[in-house]
């Protein structure tokens, strides 16, 4: 039944032919944004003096009057019913990777004996929720479950079907944040305040930096009929067992290659979806493994970036299945193989100009691009264990330091230029004899083919935090992560590296040292201290291990072990400081990473158990009982000693057999108690260590033995989709 049932899933998914993609007959410039409640439809739905207040809101982060939320509701129920919607949720991102909304209707009772579209100011500003049944590390029980989502007007509402989308912050009765939502606005606000007291010292008229994100979301598909026939992929995101394929990615053929058919209608589909939604979707390319792609938009302010990849991420899933494909954001979904991150290409601009961008010829424009530089590693270089942690889960684990991804360090690229341009003003003092180059010209002796414009740095894919000319791009993120979670602990920390950097210099001042020259001094002093973070070599290399535990940098690789960051001193009180998070904020939030690494570790070890002794044990056991038939039958029809000759081989496969199997069953049973062990442990942080050393090594071990069977027993009896088969289907 099972052979039968795994032919018909492989022979579904190789007819498959490209699904009808629905294409608005408008271009993408015209339907852009068609679903989101933007400047646009406010200009023509809310009276002009609360269009101007929203503006001053969005634009400037101007306080929010609540006088005006009855207003600007009702423009958006009108907006809304245009386009057929009957429903509005509050949508926020809990501390469970995801987000999650709950739906009602506009009906409300006329009070004449009918029903009318409703929709009040103050749906639109808070609703209250359960704050208990959402991951809370404690801050909720269940009797005082009472949690708050509150609308974030700079993110524009927009509508789902027949819903209209208002995001929102979540926070408890008590005002400690259960999202990532509010911490992340908290700390985009700390950093606006010190990047722009720290920029006015260059640009006087400065009022205020925004932070921008360019995520790339990396992914694979794979055909979803073969997806249900694979419990582990179904339980996890990831398959706990298989063979490596023969051919996988060692012939570089899949990076940028041509786009397979059912692919690229996937791709059209999600890109129209995403644009309507107004997610500025600009690239789609294959990546390095089979079956694995991206998807990149341009750049948009950091909060709303962060709301277009949770969104992104779900229709991802859901077009995915209109397609007939499962889209696997797990950072591992395969071993052997590349996982997939999410690059977050991180830069800061003020509302006259760019932060991060080469400088120009000034003396000016050089300090304040060797501050912001400078600054930055400072702040890096001071959390690069908080760094790491707001990056690790029990997922991008697996993805970490395997000569794919970054190592689990955290150290910055900045390119020969740059770095230069640093020294020569740590040893000088000034950057009189600099002139930074831009780009170069390089001619290809092919005279049909123009000249091209060279960069300045050439990029080095082995850093996880790596300059690439007018940016950084943080490169360790998981393809499944939230990104606000890393966004929230590297802006904090550069606000706390830029707040500092300005207090020394108004110190100097105030002694008497003028502007330049204090501003000099003290990036000299920095410029020494932050060398242990600047790193331009091989970052996947053994020897780099080695020069960073030297350095001091955290090297730490147990994800438990690492989320002891969050509570490391210096830590809270730089959370604390920038009145991001409190340390009980932190503590809480420890509890729930504790917890979910546990839980997931623990879904992992039992849905493996339960396929190797549902599966693997009786399926190798049938085709071993099959050759042991085989070797009783050919002793009946040959003479002893030749008997014995040609059933040598299947002696041997027997024997094999019997060893892999009761290695496993052996083993199996051993990580069962391993894991009632690990139950047993009351402290969270203990039972996640527990559940990293104790249980987790068990997967990989058994694994070994069950992708050994997987090439022994016959093929058509073998219960599960191998990977030749879930990689390579379009
Ligand atoms: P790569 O070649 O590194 O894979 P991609 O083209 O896939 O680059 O993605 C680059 C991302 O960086 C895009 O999201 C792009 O909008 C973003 N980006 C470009 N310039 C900036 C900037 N100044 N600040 C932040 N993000 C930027
Ligand atoms: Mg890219």
């Known amino acids: 039944m099972a052979s039968k049932l795994r032919f018909k899933v492989v022979g579904d998914a190789f007819e498959k032919r490209p699904v009808e993609v629905e294409v608005p007959s408008e271009r993408p410039s015209d339907y852009f944004g068609k679903y989101v409640f933007n400047k646009r439809q406010m200009y023509q739905y809310l009276p002009a003096k609360v269009f101007d207040k929203m503006c001053d809101v969005m634009e400037h982060g101007a306080p929010l009057d609540r006088s005006i939320a009855d207003e600007v509701a009702e423009g958006m129920k009108k907006w809304a019913i245009d386009l057929g919607v009957t429903h509005y949720t509050h949508w926020f991102q809990p501390l469970t990777e995801g987000t999650a909304e709950k739906h009602d209707g506009f009906v409300e009772h006329d009070m004449k004996g009918g029903m009318i579209e409703a929709f009040e100011g103050k749906l639109l500003v808070q609703q209250e929720s359960d704050g208990s049944s959402f991951p809370n590390g404690g801050i909720r029980s269940t009797f005082e479950a009472r949690g708050y989502t509150a609308w974030d007007p700079t993110s524009p509402v927009f509508v789902i079907g027949d819903t209209l989308m208002i995001p929102t912050v979540f926070f408890s009765y008590t005002g400690e944040a259960l999202d990532y939502k509010a911490p992340l606005k908290k700390a985009l606000f700390a950093i606006d305040c010190a990047a722009t007291a720290v920029a006015q010292l260059f640009y006087p008229d400065v009022k205020k930096v925004r932070t921008n994100l360019g995520w790339e979301q990396e992914y694979f598909l794979v055909d979803e009929s073969l997806y249900w026939a694979r419990p582990d992929l179904v339980m996890t995101g990831r398959t706990l067992m298989g063979h490596d394929s023969a051919k996988n990615q060692q012939m570089d053929d899949h990076y940028l290659g041509a786009i397979p058919e059912r692919v690229e209608a996937f791709m059209r589909d999600i890109e129209i979806r995403a644009l309507e939604l107004g997610i500025p979707c600009k690239t789609r390319h294959n990546e390095v493994a089979p079956n694995q792609f991206e998807l990149a938009p341009i750049f948009e302010e950091c909060n709303l970036a962060v709301d277009h990849n949770m969104l992104m991420m779900s229709i991802m899933k859901r077009v995915a299945r209109k397609h007939g494909f499962r889209c696997l954001l797990h950072e591992k979904p395969f071993k052997g193989i590349n996982g997939s991150g999410k690059h977050n290409n991180w830069s800061l601009t003020t509302d006259t100009g760019i932060l991060l961008h080469a400088p120009g010829k000034s003396t000016n424009d050089n300090l304040r691009f060797v501050t912001f530089i400078v600054e930055t590693l400072k702040g890096v270089y001071d959390h690069n264990g908080l760094l790491k942690a707001s990056i690790m889960s029990a997922s991008n684990a697996h993805r970490l330091g395997a000569n794919e991804a970054p190592p689990a360090i955290i150290s910055s690229f900045l390119g020969h230029t740059v770095s230069e341009l640093l020294n020569h003003v740590a040893e000088y003092g000034n950057d009189e004899f600099l002139t930074y180059a831009g780009k170069t010209p ?77 501003i000099i001094k003290v990036l000299c002093d920095d410029i020494r201290y932050i060398q242990p973070i600047h790193f331009d070599g091989n970052g996947y290399s053994d020897e780099w291990r080695e020069e960073a535990a030297r350095r001091g940098l955290d090297c730490e690789t147990s994800c438990p072990v690492i989320y002891d960051n969050y509570l490391n001193e210096s830590t809270v009180s730089m959370f604390e400081r920038q009145k991001v998070m409190t340390r009980f904020e932190l503590e809480a939030r420890n509890e729930i990473k504790w917890e979910t690494y546990t839980k997931r570790v623990q879904i992992e070890a039992r849905i493996f158990g339960d396929l190797c002794m549902n599966h693997v044990i009786p399926v190798s056991t049938k085709y071993q009982s099959a050759l042991i038939d085989n070797v009783h039958k050919l002793r009946e029809i040959f003479p002893a000693e030749k008997a014995e000759k040609i059933s040598a081989d299947n002696l041997r496969i027997i024997e094999q057999i019997s060893d892999h199997n009761s290695f496993i069953i052996e083993n199996v049973e051993r990580m069962v108690e391993a894991r009632k062990v690990a139950n047993r442990i009351e402290c969270v942080r ?35 989709p191998k990977y030749r088969e879930l990689l390579f289907i379009h």
Request: with cysteine; glycine share 2%.
């Open 442 to 518: 390089m001619r290809l002796d092919i005279p049909s083919i123009p000249e091209i414009l060279i960069d300045n740095t050439d990029r080095n894919r082995t850093s996880p935090f790596a300059f690439t000319g007018n940016r950084f791009e943080f490169r360790a993120l998981g393809s499944e992560a939230n990104c606000a979670s890393a966004m929230l602990a590297l802006n904090t920390a550069v606000a706390d590296a830029l707040t500092s950097f300005r207090q020394r210099v108004d110190e100097l001042m105030e002694k008497g040292e003028a502007k330049e020259a204090a």
């Open 686 to 720: 203990d039972r996640a260590v527990a559940y990293h050393d104790t249980v987790a090594p068990f997967l990989e071990q058994i694994r070994v033995h069950v992708d050994k069977l997987e090439q022994i027993v016959d093929d058509e009896q073998w219960p599960l």
